[in-house]
């Protein structure tokens, strides 16, 4: 990843998300963290250009949202998207209820994508 600097209001709010994350991010990174999820490295509360990622695996280029229903058709999630596959990277998207009823899928398929780039998200 390039080193770009990263404005300062957006590294305070990443922190502040970290602090208030919902129940769904918090199942995940539990499973994600200190490498927990198949020796993938994941960090939390990203901050890449002018957005801020749930959760991305920088080595596989992987960028895993959590969304809630808020999110449904948003273009605003289109527009970022948009942007953060300019910069390289792929958005994996999933509901907060697939979280919370089925992480064990969630979890495989994240493994999948971190493991084969060639694999492109489906929403």
């Not at 991010?25 to 994600?32: D, P, T």
């Not at 969304?67 to 948009?82: C, I, L, T, V």
Request: charged share 35%; proline share 2%; hydrophobic share 35%.
């Amino acid at each position: 990843m390039s080193h770009q600097k990263v404005p300062i209001a957006n590294r305070r709010f990443a922190r502040s998300m970290r602090r208030e994350a919902t129940e769904a991010e918090n199942r995940l990174w539990h499973e994600l963290r200190g490498r927990r999820l198949d020796r993938i490295k994941f960090r939390r509360q990203v901050p890449i250009g002018n957005y801020i990622a749930d959760f991305a695996c920088l080595n596989s280029r992987l960028i895993v949202e959590i969304d809630g229903s808020q999110h449904a058709d948003s273009q605003g999630d289109q527009k970022r998207d948009a942007e953060l596959k300019r910069r390289g990277f792929r958005v994996l998207r999933f509901w907060n209820d697939d979280v919370l009823r089925d992480l064990d899928s969630v979890c495989d398929t994240i493994i999948a994508y971190a493991r084969d780039n060639s694999l492109e998200p489906w929403r």
